[in-house]
T-cell receptor, first 109, second 113 residues
Framework: RKEVEQDPGPFNVPEGATVAFNCTYS??????FFWYRQDCRKEPKLLMS???SGNEDGRFTAQLNRASQYISLLIRDSKLSDSATYLC??????????FGTGTRLKVLA | DGGITQSPKYLFRKEGQNVTLSCEQN?????MYWYRQDPGQGLRLIYY???????QKGDIAEGYSVSREKKESFPLTVTSAQKNPTAFYLC????????????FGEGSWLTVV
C-alpha cells in the first residue's frame, strides 16, 4: 500500500459548489496532518492543520478519520480563487513529512 | 518580513556543472529541509537538518550535498553526479522535528541545458 494516496483530479466545479477531497495514509502512527494549497509553479502554503475532532476555517472544513486512515477537506461555496492543487501532508516519524501528489481543483465561472 | 528566502528563482545549468541553491530563514527554526518536486509527483526529501552542523540524507540524496554552518542557512549543491537535476527545488523549515507546521520558500527552478 502506498504511504499516501490522493485522487489527482482534476475536479472541475462551478462557482458556489461544495467539493470534497480525501487523502488516505498507510502509517497508523502518523501524528500530525495538514492540508496545503499549491498554486501553479508556486510553493505549497499551509491551508489548515487537521485535528482529531475536525476543524473549520471559514468555508473550509477538515476532518481526520483515524480508524479508516484518511483525512478530508471540504470546501463550501467555491470561489474562482480556490482553483489550485491541494496537497495532503502528514508526519511519519520525527522529521519526515509525507506529501500527497495533490488534487487539482478548478472552479469554473 | 519573516520567512524563507530562496535564490536564485531560476537557474540554468550546463551538464557537468555543479550549482548551489541558497536558502535562508529568519524564523529561528531549528529544522530545515530540501525537497524536489517533479510534475505529477509528491515532494521528495533530499536532505534535512535538525540542528546546526548536523544533516541527514533523505530519500533521494544521491548527487546532492548540503551544509548547515549557521542556523539560518541551508544551501543545497546539485552536483554533476545528479543525472536528472531539472526540477523545482523547495527549501522548508519547521520549529523543530516534532511534526509542527512546515513552511516553504518560494522555490528554485533548475533547468539543465
Amino acid at each position: 500500500r502506498k504511504e499516501v494516496e490522493q485522487d489527482p483530479g482534476p475536479f472541475n466545479v462551478p462557482e458556489g459548489a461544495t467539493v470534497a477531497f480525501n487523502c488516505t495514509y498507510s502509517n497508523s502512527a502518523s501524528q500530525s496532518f495538514f492540508w496545503y494549497r499549491q498554486d501553479c509553479r508556486k510553493e505549497p502554503k499551509l491551508l489548515m492543520s487537521v485535528y482529531s475532532s475536525g476543524n473549520e476555517d471559514g468555508r473550509f472544513t477538515a476532518q481526520l478519520n483515524r480508524a479508516s486512515q484518511y483525512i478530508s477537506l471540504l470546501i463550501r461555496d467555491s470561489k474562482l480563487s480556490d482553483s489550485a492543487t491541494y496537497l495532503c501532508v502528514f508526519t511519519s516519524g520525527t522529521y519526515k513529512y509525507i506529501f500527497g501528489t495533490g488534487t487539482r481543483l478548478k472552479v469554473l465561472a | 518580513d519573516g520567512g524563507i528566502t530562496q535564490s536564485p528563482k531560476y537557474l540554468f545549468r550546463k551538464e557537468g556543472q555543479n550549482v548551489t541553491l541558497s536558502c535562508e530563514q529568519n524564523l529561528n527554526h531549528d529544522a530545515m529541509y530540501w525537497y524536489r518536486q517533479d510534475p505529477g509527483q509528491g515532494l521528495r526529501l533530499i536532505y534535512y537538518s535538525q540542528i546546526v552542523n548536523d544533516f541527514q540524507k533523505g530519500d533521494i540524496a544521491e548527487g546532492y550535498s548540503v551544509s548547515r554552518e549557521k542556523k539560518e542557512s541551508f544551501p543545497l549543491t546539485v552536483t554533476s553526479a545528479q543525472k536528472n537535476p531539472t526540477a523545482f527545488y523547495l527549501c522548508a523549515s519547521s520549529i523543530d522535528n516534532s511534526g509542527n507546521t512546515i513552511y516553504f520558500g518560494e522555490g528554485s527552478w533548475l533547468t539543465v541545458v
